[in-house]
Structures are given as structure tokens and as C-alpha cells.
């Protein structure tokens, strides 16, 4: 691990990934590595057929995790995002073509850029941060 990099957690919202995202989670903590964020990956989708939101890996994985590490570090992990299921991202993936460059106002694309911009506006902290000081 790079000294002083920052660690962000990807989960689904199966509770079999998230009891896995936990663990890695926990694990950065241990080696001093400040866990920044939780995002939920494969979140719920809109049927195009009946409007009706799907919930196709169950749902709550992203939270759960966000507020387990929460507890286990004493501060805010936040969920950041979750980012819809959606054929456009899959295509993308598999062509090489990011989905914020293939279909920008895609959903799936939205709430990436919700992502980027909550991991840029944070504020820094020294919460936390070991300074180095030796007596």
C-alpha cells in the first residue's frame, strides 16, 4: 500500500458482497488506510417496459457497508453513490469506452459524475491522519 493513499469501497447490494466490501474495508483500517467512501455497484434499474424500479441483486448492501465502517473507524463513511444496472455500462466496459464518454447522460454515467464530484468537494481532514511527529 502507498503511505497515506486513501482506500474506496465497492459493494453490491447482495449481503453476501457486502459482508466481503466490509472486510476489505476493515482491513485498510487496520493498515492505517483512510477509507473514503462506500459505492453500491449494480444498484436497482428501471424496467424500460413497465417503468417499475428492479431491484435485481436485492437492495441496502451500499448502506449497510457505509454504515458498518462508519461504526468500526469513529467517523463518516458515506455512500457516495450507487450506480444503476445498466446495459449502456456493460457495453461500454466491454468495448473500452467509459459510459461518461459513450452515453454522458445515461444514468448509469450521472451518478459517476456524482461520484467524482463528492470525492473532489470533500473536505481534508488531519482526523485521523498520523503526522509523523516523534519526540
Same mark, same amino acid.
Given at each position: @500500500?502507498?503511505?497515506? &493513499?486513501?482506500?474506496? /469501497?465497492? !459493494? !453490491?447490494?447482495?449481503?453476501?458482497?457486502?459482508?466481503?466490501?466490509?472486510?476489505?474495508?476493515?482491513?485498510?483500517?487496520?493498515?492505517?488506510?483512510?477509507?473514503?467512501?462506500? /459505492?453500491?455497484? @449494480? &444498484?436497482?434499474?428501471?424496467?424500460?417496459?413497465?417503468?417499475?424500479?428492479?431491484? *435485481?441483486? +436485492?437492495?441496502?448492501? +451500499?448502506?449497510? !457497508?457505509?454504515?458498518?465502517?462508519?461504526? *468500526?473507524?469513529?467517523?463518516? /463513511?458515506?455512500?457516495? $453513490?450507487?450506480?444503476?444496472?445498466?446495459?449502456?455500462?456493460?457495453?461500454?466496459?466491454?468495448?473500452?469506452?467509459?459510459?461518461?464518454?459513450?452515453?454522458p447522460e445515461s444514468a448509469s454515467a450521472l451518478?459517476?459524475?456524482?461520484?467524482?464530484?463528492? *470525492?473532489?468537494?470533500?473536505?481534508?481532514?488531519?482526523?485521523?491522519?498520523?503526522? $509523523?511527529?516523534?519526540?
Open positions: @500500500m502507498i503511505p497515506t &493513499s486513501e482506500i474506496l /469501497v465497492v !459493494t !453490491t447490494p447482495q449481503v453476501a458482497a457486502a459482508e466481503v466490501a466490509e472486510r476489505a474495508g476493515r482491513i485498510a483500517h487496520q493498515i492505517h488506510q483512510q477509507v473514503v467512501g462506500v /459505492v453500491e455497484n @449494480m &444498484s436497482e434499474y428501471t424496467d424500460p417496459a413497465t417503468g417499475v424500479l428492479v431491484s *435485481l441483486f +436485492g437492495n441496502g448492501g +451500499g448502506e449497510e !457497508t457505509a454504515k458498518r465502517l462508519s461504526q *468500526l473507524v469513529g467517523s463518516d /463513511v458515506p455512500l457516495l $453513490g450507487k450506480i444503476p444496472f445498466s446495459i449502456d455500462l456493460r457495453e461500454g466496459g466491454d468495448a473500452g469506452v467509459p459510459v461518461v464518454i459513450s452515453d451518478v459517476l459524475y456524482e461520484i467524482a464530484e463528492k *470525492l473532489i468537494k470533500r473536505s481534508k481532514s488531519l482526523l485521523g491522519v498520523r503526522l $509523523g511527529i516523534v519526540q
